[in-house]
C-alpha cells in the first residue's frame, strides 16, 4: 500500500459527553493533519456518509468517535463499520472497543489474568458504587452512587432504581477508598510505552463525601467537585515501587486486550498500596485538555509527536484487504524460507480465506500492519476431523522488522485465538535443516515441546519436527 496522504477524521454525529469537548478534539486533530502535511477530511459517522466514506478512498481514518447516537453502547459500530469495508483506521479495533466498553466483561477478563479489580459480588455490609455497564467519561456517576449495603436485596434495589431513572444498564462494585490513578499508555512506533502517571488529588472535600472521578468532577467546572479534583504529576520517592507496579499493569492490560494506538487505564489504590483497575479506556479524549494529552506532553511530547504516534502504530488484525493478497506472498517469496510450491500455498490459502472468509475457508490469518504496510502474518486453522486440535502453518515476519518481538507477539494473539475457538492444541510442522534452527529455537523457547520426528519427510536428511501445546484452559 502506498504512503498516506489522505485521511478522514471521523467523529460523533451526536454525542453523550459534552459537544465543545468533542468539537474542539475534532477541530485540532484536523489542524495538526493538515500542518503536517496531509489532505484531511472531516465526517460525521452516520449513516448518511456510510457509502460516502466507502467510496472517497482515502487512506486511513482517524477514529474519534465517542459514543453512537449518543449512547457509548455501540461505539465499537464505528471500527466495525471500517473493518467490514476494508477501511484502515486508528486506534482499538472494534473487538477491543467493545470488550473495554463494557465493564463487566472487562472485569471478568482481568480476573481471569489475575489483575485485581473490585468485586462485583455482594459483601454484607460493604460499600458499594453504582455505575453504567456501557458508558465512559464517568456518565451515569455522580456522588449519590455510592452507598453502604447491607443486604442483597438493597443492593439489587438500587440497581433497578437507577436503570429505570436513566434507561441504561447499571451494576455495582466494591468501593475503593484511597488514591485514584489515570496511565496513559500510546505507541511508540510499534512498542507500547506508559506515559507519566497521573494521580487524581481530592481537596476540601467533606468528611462525609466519597472521593470519586464524578460526571460533574469531570465536566460541570462550576462544581466543587471539578473545583476540588486537580491532576497531579509529582510523587515522592515512597511511590516508586508502587508507580511501578502501576506501571507493568498497564502493560499486561495492553497485551491482554490486544490495544492499539493509545489507551488509558484508571486504578484505585487502597490503604495497603494494592491496584485496583476500575477501567480501561481504549481511545480515551484527546482534546487538548484532557488527561492523556497532559501526561503525552509532560513526556516531553507535542501534539504533532502524539499524533505521528497513533498514525504509525503496529497493528494486529485478522480483518483481510484485498491488497493483502500481494502482500503476504511477497513477504512470504523474501523471507528467504519458503520454496516456490510454499509460496504458492501461501497465495491459494489468502485468497480462499479473502474470498470466503475465515470459518469458510478453515484458514485464519492474523495480520501485523503499520501506516498501511504489512509487516508480516501468521496463518492456522482448525485440523480436520479433529475436537479441539489447531495447525499454526506459518508465522511470517518482513527481514526488515526482526528483532521488534513481532514474532512472539503474534504468536501470543494466535495462541489467545485459538483458544476462542477452542481449540485446546496447536501443532506446529518444521525443518529439521541448519536453516530452521532458529525456528525451532523460538517454538521451543515459548513453550512447544517436539511431540515426534519423522525422519527424511520432506527429502533424505530433512525430517518433519512436530511440535505441540497444550493448554490449561480450566
Known sequence: MAKIKKIIVLFDGKSSVEDKDNTLQKNVVRKHLKEMGYRVKTL????????????????????????????????YKAPKFLEESGIRFTGANSIAMKTTTNKLKTKKILSQNGIKTPETEFITDETYIFKPINEDASIGIEEDCVYRISTQEQLQFIIDDKEKKTGKKYFAERYIDGREFNISIIN??????????????????????????????????????????NRCFEFSVKDMLLLKSLESICLKCWNIFNLTGYARVDFRVDKFNNPWVLEIN????????????????????????????????????????????????????????????????????????????????????????????????????????????????WIVIDKKYKNLGLGKRILELTENRVKDLGGESIYIETSSTELYKPT????????????TVLADFYDKNDDKNLYVKKFNLL
Open 44 to 75: 460525521t459517522f452516520d449513516k448518511s456518509n456510510f457509502n460516502r466514506i466507502k467510496k472517497m478512498g482515502y487512506d486511513l481514518v482517524f477514529n474519534l468517535v465517542e459514543s453512537v447516537n449518543g449512547s457509548g453502547d455501540d461505539i
Open 188 to 229: 511508540n512506533f510499534g512498542k507500547p510505552l506508559v506515559l507519566p502517571p497521573a494521580e487524581l488529588v481530592f481537596t476540601n472535600y467533606e468528611e462525609d463525601e466519597f472521593k470519586i472521578a464524578s460526571y460533574s468532577a469531570k465536566w460541570s467546572e462550576d462544581s466543587n467537585q471539578y473545583k476540588n479534583s
Open 282 to 393: 481504549a481511545n480515551p479524549c484527546i482534546s487538548p485538555d484532557s488527561g492523556f494529552i497532559a501526561a503525552a506532553q509532560k513526556m516531553g511530547f507535542t501534539y504533532k509527536d502524539i499524533l505521528e504516534r497513533i498514525i504509525s502504530d503496529i497493528t494486529f488484525r485478522e480483518v483481510i484487504y484485498k491488497s493483502d493478497l500481494n502482500d503476504v506472498v511477497k513477504i512470504t517469496e523474501k523471507s528467504g524460507f519458503f520454496t516456490k510450491e510454499e509460496v504458492d500455498i501461501t497465495r491459494e490459502l489468502i485468497t480462499l480465506r479473502f474470498k470466503d472468509g475465515a470459518e469458510k475457508s478453515g484458514y485464519n490469518f492474523i495480520i501485523i500492519e503499520s501506516v498501511g504496510k504489512v509487516l508480516g502474518f501468521s496463518c492456522f486453522g482448525k485440523i480436520p476431523c479433529t475436537k479441539s486440535s489447531f495447525d499454526l502453518y
Open 440 to 451: 525451532r529455537l523460538f517454538y521451543e523457547n515459548n513453550g512447544y515441546s517436539l511431540a
